[in-house]
């Protein structure tokens, strides 16, 4: 779960997926609760955790953003949370949530460098997480 001092490691994975949802200012729209909820109930990293849990996790990464200085701390918790394997995790859940909607503006954007740096991962791997999602959501027009 989330608190102020340490996630877990499905937690800072769910935290990850709501930082690129909540990065425009929107709010998280349904079709990236929907992605989300699909990706904690198909993956097997989210073995275990329930739809319930991804609404506390959720909820309390939300209230964590609202936080003065909550972003670089929730980059951090993030980054602590999760062994090196599981970075590469984050960040392609990340992609996942942004691709589930069609319109991204700037905001989506630095959200998912500030992502990739918070995550230290090399370029080679970020860009073939972001081809990898492109391809899986081709549209034909």
């Known amino acids: 779960m989330l ?8 937690s800072a ?9 909540a990065a425009e ?13 699909t ?3 198909t993956l097997p990293i989210f073995e ?32 602590e949370a999760l062994e090196t394997r599981l970075r590469e995790t984050a960040y392609t ?6 691709a589930a909607e069609t319109d991204h503006g700037q905001a989506i954007l630095h959200m998912l460098a500030f992502i990739s740096a918070e995550l230290r991962l090399d ?3 970020i860009a073939a997480i972001e081809r990898g999602t492109r391809a899986r959501y081709q549209r034909l027009v």
């Open 3 to 10: 608190s102020r001092t340490s996630l877990d490691p499905q």
């Open 13 to 21: 994975l769910v935290c990850t997926m709501v930082l690129v949802a």
């Open 25 to 37: 200012s929107g709010g998280i729209s349904d079709r990236e609760i929907g992605v989300m909820a």
């Open 39 to 41: 990706l904690v109930q």
């Open 48 to 79: 275990g955790f329930s739809t319930d849990a991804l609404r506390d996790a959720a909820d309390a990464a939300v209230n964590l953003l609202r936080d003065e200085n909550g972003l670089p701390r929730a980059g951090q918790l993030i980054r």
């Open 93 to 98: 859940l990340a992609c996942e949530v942004v």
């Open 123 to 125: 370029r080679l791997v």
